[in-house]
């Protein structure tokens, strides 16, 4: 079951930095008086995507992530496990690709682990569905 948790917790400043990339992110692409809600998700979610480059399903979930951008999706953040360990283990990321879904409910930074692997893009939108109702409640 997704719950509404806030992140909390001795994070290092690589993390720190992922999420407050996000909240930039959130803070520029807001759009006052929009009521889509594929743009309220977008201006209110974002991806934190850890992968290897040697990944063969990383690639996979990179083009799949890569279609989700041309969709319009605003927020996501590519974090490479070899590049930044602390990071990955901060989040608890061992396997690879791994997703999360970070949230911004006025101010307060939210998250979800959606997966552990490969999601197909279908399941990739259901799973941002869900946590999004979870979060926010209804799509508007």
Known sequence: MITKK????????????????????FTQTAR???NSAWEHITDNMGILYFFKPTCPYCR????ILDKLEKRGWKNLVRVDITQSP?????YGV????????IGNA??????AHISIGLLSEQELLRSI??????????AI
Not at 6 to 25: I, N
């Open 60 to 63: 996979e979930q990179s083009g």
């Open 106 to 111: 006025e101010g307060e930074i939210l998250s």
């Open 32 to 34: 006052a008086g929009e």
């Open 6 to 25: 806030a992140v909390r917790g001795p994070f290092s400043a690589m993390s720190r930095a992922c999420a407050v990339a996000l909240l930039v992110l």
């Open 94 to 101: 061992s396997v690879v690709p791994s997703l999360w879904l």
């Open 129 to 138: 569905e869900d946590v999004y109702r979870a979060w926010f409640g209804p």
């Open 86 to 90: 602390q990071v990955a283990e901060e």
